[in-house]
């Protein structure tokens, strides 16, 4: 530690010295600096921690004849450091996990001008003194400082000799609750219960730390409600701050290669809960309802949620929502693939236990189409081709069917185009066309191509029983796993897959 933050240190946290007389200095309490103003200036020995009180005990009395029983007596204090192991001083109360201590000195029998210093053992003594003093007499001030080595404190005099008496009435700490529940009760309108504020500008300053250490199930922070809260409570609320910085409200961060992990995991218990079964690997959220009808991640307004994916770079490669807007149920940008069926549902007319489902034509290219009806007159029609068609749909592959309805008439196409259909027919008629094409962005579509929609999650990995038994078949039959379901690791080495979950497990350093 700089000699100038400790000066700064003391020089806004030493109180005014009274003075008393020679053969009387009490043992009593004073007051420590509490609010956050004041405290901002142990800034200049890091992160303090909150102040724990002590019963106002004596450390140091290096008087002769005082009968004084501690640790630290005679002799007087000179120019030569003594250093005070202050947890170890015989006072009560006092853990091992300290950042500073709250103390009071006094010089008494001083034999002249001079000054007392102190400061963290084993860091270097600072240029401002903690109490100065003049002959024949007796001062105090109170000083918070820092713990150093072996919690101690070092103390100089400076000049001339005096004898000095160290008081301690409470200390700072990290850890101010051990093997201790803390609990905090009461009305706090609009306010908080337990409240922590960290004006600390560093990358990774908490206003509330939490951290489990156990082996068993644990939680950092847990947030709860009572069974009376009103709507819209919640267990805990998070509050990105204002301006234009991006801020979260809730980060959560997963930092583990464990199958199903999650930096934020939210879970419905109403009914039965889930089996997990290596669901899914490492997510950044990930919600779970555990009971038919209940919701893992839900969202009211605007985007329900939102995934992204994004290259090495950066870069935003795709996303995709579930309820945007007032449109879509999802909505993809880039491609939307399922192995399933991809269906709408209606309701049934008659019936309520039953709906009516139809699937999507599926096919090897991108395909749009328009069709409807029309009449020949001098055998002969012309059919507008509609602007949306035209917008998406490329110029060439272009095909037309047509029907005739209620005569014998031959009719075909005469010419085809992005702008008009020209039909002659043999007799006037009425006929159905429709009019197929390929979506222009997509006419290169190439229904054969590398993927690793299938490929295993990990080597642990099992057949997925979610796909139908064709798939099932199919996944044996290609060498991706073993008839008994396990996975295939020669297809997996050849394949690169087994290097891609060898990287993947690796710790970053």
Not at 86 to 105: E, K, M, R, Y
Not at 180 to 199: H, P
Request: with cysteine.
């Amino acid at each position: 530690m700089s000699c100038r933050s400790i000066g700064a240190l003391f020089g806004l946290l030493l109180l005014v010295a009274p003075r008393i007389s020679a053969d009387e200095v009490p043992l009593r309490n004073w007051t420590v600096p509490s609010s956050p103003t004041r405290l901002s200036a142990l800034g200049d020995i890091g992160n303090p921690g909150v102040f724990v009180a002590v019963t106002p005990c004596r450390v140091v009395d290096t008087r002769l004849g005082m009968g004084f029983s501690g640790a630290y007596g005679p002799p007087a204090l000179t120019a030569a450091p003594r250093t005070f192991n202050i947890v170890a001083s015989g006072c009560t109360g006092l853990p091992a996990n300290v950042s500073a201590f709250s103390l009071n000195f006094a010089v008494t029998n001083t034999a002249g001008p001079g000054h007392i210093v102190a400061w963290p053992a084993g860091g270097t003594m600072p240029n401002v003194s903690t109490l100065n003093y003049l002959g024949a007499q007796t001062l105090a001030n109170a000083a918070i400082v820092p713990a150093g080595s072996g919690t101690s404190i070092s103390v100089v005099a400076a000049v001339s000799a005096t004898d000095l008496i160290i008081d301690i009435n409470g200390y700072f700490t990290n850890y101010p609750n051990t093997n201790k529940q803390l609990f905090t009760s009461g009305s706090f309108s609009a306010a908080a219960a337990i409240l922590g504020v960290n004006d600390s500008n560093a990358i990774g300053s908490h206003g509330v730390g939490g951290y489990a250490g156990g082996t068993g199930v644990v939680h950092g922070v847990q947030g709860e409600i009572g069974s009376g809260a009103a709507d819209l409570s919640a267990g805990v609320h998070g509050i990105g701050g204002a301006g234009t910085a991006r801020t979260f409200g809730v980060y959560g961060e997963s930092a583990t290669n464990a199958f199903d992990a999650a930096g934020v995991l939210g879970r419905s218990t109403f009914g039965t809960s889930p089996i997990i079964n290596s669901i899914a690997n490492t997510a950044g959220v990930r919600g779970e309802g555990a009971a038919r009808g209940t919701v893992g991640v839900a969202g009211p307004s605007g985007v329900g949620v939102r995934g992204y994916s994004v290259d090495a770079s950066g870069i935003l490669q795709t996303f995709g929502s579930l309820g945007q807007g007032n449109s879509y149920g999802v909505y993809a940008n880039g491609d939307l693939g399922a192995t399933g069926t991809k269906t709408f549902v209606e309701p049934h007319p008659t019936d309520a236990s039953k709906v009516i489902k139809f699937v999507s034509l599926e096919g090897p290219e991108a395909g749009t189409y328009f069709r409807g009806t029309a009449s020949t007159r001098g055998g002969v029609c012309v059919i507008e081709v509609p602007e949306p068609f035209r917008m998406v749909t490329d110029e060439e592959g272009l095909t037309v069917q047509l029907t005739t309805v209620g005569s014998g008439a031959h009719a075909w196409v005469e010419s085809e185009s992005l702008e008009r259909i020209v039909v002659r027919s043999s007799a006037d008629t009425k006929l159905h066309y429709l009019v197929q094409g390929v979506r222009k962005a997509y006419r290169d579509f190439q229904p054969v191509a590398p993927g690793d929609e299938f490929m295993p999650r990990s080597p642990e990995d099992t057949l997925p029983l979610w796909l139908s038994e064709e798939g099932r078949r199919r996944l044996v039959s290609n060498g991706t796993f073993h008839a008994d379901g396990t996975v295939n690791m020669e297809t997996a080495e050849r394949a690169g897959w087994a290097q891609r979950w060898r990287e993947a497990e690796r710790v970053p350093e």
